[in-house]
């Protein structure tokens, strides 16, 4: 199965190279990752998807957990969750085609960011399967993609949820308020399922 | 500037040092009075400041040897190792031992230099990528590239070492930041504190359910494993083993975890176990794992593991629960508290019945035990073990290489006491045994210190030899000569057609190789001959070297050979016939 997992490291050199080496160690491929800052200054925050078999995800949780620079892990396999990618994409124009391209573009909800007489980039926000739609329409017209950056994938937790960890951590910002929303069930199983 | 005598005067004031000071400095703070090391260009400034501070260095003959050293004397002392190199060869020199330690869950620091760091990441002259190298066979590593940075690099690495389920850090210190200055303050140093694992998790309910499970069952038994010595639970778990009459079988590494002569003690568990563990193992319908983590060597075919066997699993680090073996109740923290935790809600159960069946199938191995036969003229490791262990009154620390005599060593030398016996079990590392003795001779000093090696592995690091006669300690080395990579020839015998491709083995007299050292010895070759050897060894002033020259082709048994379950043993042949001898006495 697909495994999401966000994760808080510590903003260091080298503590990226200590995620991707657990993968590496596992033997398993990671699909897609991003990193950037996040609400904590000194912590970046993370968005690792792999496939692993549906047991694989403690062990990756409790294996990330080891890692000296890593504070926080959350698995968001079954979790309500918003997950969203950002792509670039540059395809060659035509004064004939672009109209084309612009009504495309209108119909997917995206935006036109650059503009030249030979070629146009798109950018576009969305689930994996969205974006995987403009491209594959893109496609109809072959040579046309001159381009693809993709950001990978990024989730957010739905709701007013702060995990067990951050919140021993105190507020990020000033996040911490009240814990009336839905927290984390501290996620701190006893016999592991 | 720190002098020797007025060494711990910073430690209390903030003085300006040199980052070399400063790394003696704060390994001082940290208790360390020992290290063992190789110089080099890149950690020259380190050594050149040493001499002001109160700290002992052995000087190894090659930098393995010097993680093996710092290893065992963590082992032998439960305090945590020092090792230091110097960068490009001598770090990389380090890493099988920085891998030992990692497998078996060692405290350690390995402290590197490198190149300044101005040149760090152009291929300068010896310069590698050692935290790039050794991260997955670290627990941590740190590069410092500024004086001001060693000191909580140091100290952070110590933290990280013995915390929670320990293992060893490496600090790979650049030359520039041995020699520039920064103010030292050890206290501002400080960690933080260390962040418990967050997914450890002994809940109410799962300490009721594991009383519930302890309570019901018929058949139990404790496994317990390296976690029993690591976290000091030895007490916890003998009371356990005592108010419920539980029988315990230990790991390789869980040896002296709980007393030989105990009589709940059942012995070692796995590949090389006794017949009675294994089938009590695969018998039992409860297993209480004690800080131990189901290795393959422990468990054989997974698929056949101790299928009637409800399990608990007491463990301090969670990535290991359900990894090898799904268990039905998880208690996730350090041993000692856990059982602390779960003690008061276990009552005294009656476990007669179920101890009568394990000593009954104990009756019928005894006899033939080939320590209970009539001496053939023939001299087998076994009886060198044993006696061995009689003479020392089971008291001595054992530091064992890898391969045959190793096992022989755990299934008759009995032992008593946790940190008596010292081995590489998770790697399996040859070359282990004499460094980690020296280790382990400082980390215990008041205590005899034997070293029980195969003539393959001893040769490995018998470099050593010399570091004993400068140090001038006293080690007692026991070489288990049977002409061959004897492990490995064992294999051979049994899975591949007694094809004894590389394994027979020329090795030089260590007699005379020990006497090229200065140091005396001699060669046993009958078993009248053990124990008076074994004595004198032992009551020589400094180092003894006995070589034993034992029976070519004899196999360890009994065997489960890999990938099988536990109850398929493979036999000492012949243990039917007459003379239980005569398969294995062969020429
Ligand atoms: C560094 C290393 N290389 C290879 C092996 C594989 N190996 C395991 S046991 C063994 C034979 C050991 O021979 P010896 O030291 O003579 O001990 P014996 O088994 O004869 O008692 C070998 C080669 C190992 N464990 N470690
Ligand atoms: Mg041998």
């Known amino acids: ?193 | 500037m720190a002098t020797k005598e007025g060494s711990n005067a910073h430690l209390n004031t903030p003085t300006r040092l040199t980052g070399a000071e400063i790394m003696w400095a704060t390994l001082t703070g940290e208790g360390v009075d020992t290290v063992f090391g190789y110089p080099g260009g890149a950690i020259l400034p380190a050594y050149d400041a040493l001499r002001k501070f109160p700290i002992r260095h052995v000087l190894v003959r090659h930098e393995q040897s010097a993680a093996h050293m710092a290893d065992g004397y963590a082992r032998a002392s439960g305090k945590v190792g020092v090792a230091i190199a110097t960068s490009g060869p001598g770090a990389t020199n380090l890493i099988t031992g920085i891998a030992t330690a990692m497998l078996d869950s060692i405290p350690m620091v390995c402290i590197t230099g490198n190149v300044s760091s101005k040149i760090l990441g152009t291929d300068a002259f010896q310069e590698v990528d050692i935290t790039g190298i050794t991260l997955p066979v670290t627990k941590h590593n740190f590069l410092v590239t500024k004086s001001e940075d060693v000191a909580q690099a140091l100290r952070h690495a110590f933290q990280i070492a013995r915390s929670g389920r320990p293992g060893p850090v490496l600090v790979d210190i650049t030359k520039d930041a041995q020699q520039g200055t920064a103010i030292f303050d050890f206290e501002a140093a400080k960690p933080k504190p260390y962040r418990p694992h967050p997914m450890l998790s002994v809940k109410d309910t799962a300490l009721g359910e594991a009383a519930e499970l302890i309570r019901n069952a018929k058949k139990p038994v404790i496994l317990a494993g390296h976690g029993v010595i690591e976290s000091g639970a030895m007490e916890q778990v003998r009371t356990l083993a005592e108010r419920a009459q539980i029988p315990v079988a230990l790991t390789l590494l869980g040896l002296g975890g709980f007393p030989a002569s105990h009589p709940l003690n059942l012995g070692m568990m796995g590949m090389h176990g006794e017949a009675w563990v294994n089938h009590a193992i695969q018998e039992a319908d409860l297993l209480i794992a004690c800080g131990m983590r189901f290795d393959d060597r422990v468990t054989g075919k997974l698929t056949d593991y101790a299928l009637k066997a409800k399990k608990i699993h007491i463990e301090i680090d969670p990535s290991e629960i359900n990894k090898n073996v799904k268990v039905d109740v998880a208690l996730i923290g350090d041993l000692r508290q856990v059982l602390e935790d779960l003690l008061p809600r276990v009552g005294g159960r009656d476990g007669a019945a179920w101890l009568k069946t394990i000593d009954a199938s104990k009756g019928a191995v005894a006899v033939r035990d080939i320590k209970n036969l009539p001496d053939s003229g023939h001299l087998y490791a076994a009886h060198v073990m044993h006696d061995l262990w009689r003479i020392t009154g089971g008291n001595a620390i054992v530091v064992t290489d890898v391969g045959q005599h190793q096992m022989w060593e755990a299934q008759y030398y009995h032992h008593e006491h946790p940190r008596t016996l010292v081995t590489s079990g998770g790697l399996g590392t040859m070359g282990f045994a004499l460094p980690a003795a020296i280790g382990a001779k400082f980390g215990s000093p008041g205590k005899d210190v034997w070293v029980v090696a195969g003539d393959g592995g001893f040769q490995m690091t018998a470099a050593e030899l010399a570091t004993i006669v400068q140090e001038k300690i006293k080690i007692n080395i026991a070489i288990i000569n049977n002409g061959y990579l004897g492990m490995v020839r064992q294999w051979q015998e049994f899975f591949y057609e007694k094809n004894y491709q590389s394994t027979p083995l020329v090795s030089p007299d260590f007699v005379k190789l020990a006497d090229a050292h200065g140091i005396p010895g001699c060669a046993v070759r009958t078993r009248a001959e053990v124990a008076e050897a074994v004595e004198q060894a032992r009551t020589t002033n400094g180092p003894f070297l006995l070589n034993f020259m034992v029976e070519k082709e004899d196999s360890v048994y009994p065997m489960i050979p890999a990938g099988s379950a536990l109850h398929e043993m493979l036999r000492r042949p012949g243990h039917r016939a007459k003379d239980p001898l005569e398969e294995t006495a062969g020429e």
Do not use: W
Not at chain 1, 38 to 47: A, F, H, M
């Open chain 1, 1 to 193: 199965m697909l495994h999401t997992f966000v994760a808080y490291v510590e903003d260091l050199p080298g503590v990226l190279t200590r995620v991707a080496s657990l993968f590496r160690r596992l033997n398993i491929n990671i699909n897609s990752l991003t990193v950037g800052r996040s609400e904590r200054p000194g912590l970046s925050r993370l968005t690792l998807v792999c496939e692993a078999s549906a047991e694989a995800g403690h062990r990756i949780q409790a294996s990330l957990f080891k890692l000296e620079n890593v504070v926080d892990v959350d698995d968001i396999a079954h979790a309500p969750a918003v997950t969203r990618e950002l792509a670039l994409i540059k395809v060659a124009v035509t004064p004939q085609s672009r109209s084309q391209i612009f009504d495309l573009v209108e119909v997917f909800r995206a935006r036109i960011v650059d503009l030249t007489s030979e070629s146009l980039m798109i950018e576009m926000t969305g689930v994996e399967s969205k974006i995987e739609g403009l491209i594959e329409v893109l496609r109809e017209d072959e040579g046309r993609i001159l381009e693809i950056c993709r950001s990978g994938k990024m989730t957010m937790r739905r709701g007013h949820h702060v995990s067990s960890v951050l919140r021993a951590m105190g507020a990020g910002e000033e996040a911490e308020a009240s814990n009336g929303g839905a927290a984390r069930e501290e996620g701190l199983p006893s016999t592991i399922e």
